[in-house]
């Protein structure tokens, strides 16, 4: 039995550039979150009455040879 799965890992990690065939990855940008999450936290202690905010950070599709064409 021929199976096409196509196989990916979490976070853009480095693993999926030296595996073979190299692995798709979901980046989620957890770098950009941590700086927005302490961003959020200063501004929050320097004014604790602001109302809350809700941000969205769209996680990136990194295409490499593992995925199906």
Request: aromatic share 2%; charged share 20%; glycine share 4%.
């Amino acid at each position: 039995m021929n199976i096409d799965l196509p196989l990916l890992s979490i976070n853009g990690d480095s693993y999926g550039e030296v595996t073979t065939p190299q692995l798709t990855s979901v980046d989620v940008r957890t770098k950009e979150i941590g700086q927005v999450a302490v961003e959020r936290l200063l501004e929050r202690l320097k004014a604790p009455q602001a109302p809350y905010q809700k941000i969205l950070i769209q996680p990136q599709m990194v295409l490499r040879q593992s995925h199906l064409p």
